[in-house]
């Protein structure tokens, strides 16, 4: 394969150089000799084994093959431009091993701007069927794809930061109770992590009317404190979604006085009846 008939297949995965190489190890009849440099060196590493001469491959494929922390940091940071110097004191790498990596595993940069395939590879399902709590890679990746160098930046950081020996890198440990992390991120996470469609749903509907209600709210300051309280419930919400604690029902909302025809006052009656969102049979 060559770079310009990735280009053209989409079935191509980023890490195709990686897998031309093994392809070719695997099945020593093949006589194709790799069209550029990286790929043959990597042939020779799966044929050799030898460390000592291709010290970056070895780190690169000890990164892709754990799938650990380092692997959800490096890659976003690859989507979202930042050059090989820059992500090396971040992710504390070379920058020859931050390259080795972006040829050989994560080859995305022949593909600029966003994209499907793009999407396809790097997040995947769970940027439709929903994040589970392994899924962090997968929801970093999403932030790369954005383009967005200072939120992703942000995102990472918050993480590390909150992040305790022996924690496992997953994604409620941005959400968990006694987490310090910015509420603005947290519920940037939580919104983000839930499938996009749950018509059945009865916790998504309840957030759903909360959400309406705060936008017919008449004062900035009521709108204000309620929406501090629906990014906490949403928050706290995700949290139990992603542990496996969630209820099974959302709780009944605790009525207050409000003035009558106030528009908090006419959504509640809204809220009493939401018969037409109820799936049938309930």
């Known amino acids: 394969m060559t770079n310009a008939l990735v280009k053209a297949d989409p079935f191509a995965t980023p890490s195709w150089r990686w897998d031309v190489a093994e392809q070719l190890c695997n099945q020593p009849g093949l006589k194709a000799v790799p069209e550029d440099q990286i790929t043959r060196d990597?042939?020779?590493?799966?044929?050799?084994?030898?460390?000592?001469?291709?010290?970056?491959?070895?780190t690169s494929y000890q990164i892709f093959?754990?799938?650990g922390l380092r692997r959800a940091e490096l890659?976003?940071?690859?989507l979202v431009g930042?050059?090989?110097s820059e992500i090396a004191?971040?992710?504390k790498l070379t920058p020859a091993v931050v390259q080795v990596y972006a040829d050989l595993f994560f080859c995305v940069r022949d593909?600029?701007?966003?994209s499907d395939w793009k999407l396809k590879h790097a997040v995947g399902k769970p940027h439709f069927h929903g994040y589970q709590d392994h899924n962090l890679r997968q929801m970093w990746n999403w932030f790369g794809l954005t383009g967005q160098t200072e939120v992703l930046n942000w995102v990472i950081k918050s993480y590390h930061d909150e992040l305790k020996p022996g924690d496992e890198p997953t994604l409620s440990v941005y959400l968990r109770p006694s987490a310090s992390v910015d509420l603005r991120v947290q519920a940037l996470i939580a919104e983000l992590i839930p499938p996009i469609l749950q018509p059945h749903n009865r916790w998504e509907q309840k957030?759903?009317?909360?959400?309406?209600?705060?936008r017919l709210m008449v004062?900035?300051?009521e709108r204000d404190r309620a929406l501090q309280k629906y990014k906490k419930d949403r928050v706290k919400y995700v949290y139990q979604y992603l542990t496996g604690q969630i209820k099974s029902q959302p709780p009944e909302t605790k009525s207050h006085n409000t003035a009558p025809g106030s528009s908090e006052s006419v959504f509640k009656k809204i809220q009493k009846s939401p018969r037409s969102l109820e799936p049938r049979g309930s």
């Open 42 to 58: 990597a042939l020779s590493y799966l044929k050799t084994g030898d460390r000592q001469k291709f010290p970056e491959i070895q």
């Open 65 to 67: 093959k754990e799938d």
């Open 75 to 78: 890659e976003p940071r690859i």
């Open 82 to 84: 930042q050059s090989d």
């Open 89 to 91: 004191g971040f992710c």
């Open 111 to 114: 593909f600029p701007g966003g």
């Open 207 to 214: 957030f759903m009317f909360d959400s309406l209600s705060i």
């Open 219 to 221: 004062t900035s300051e």
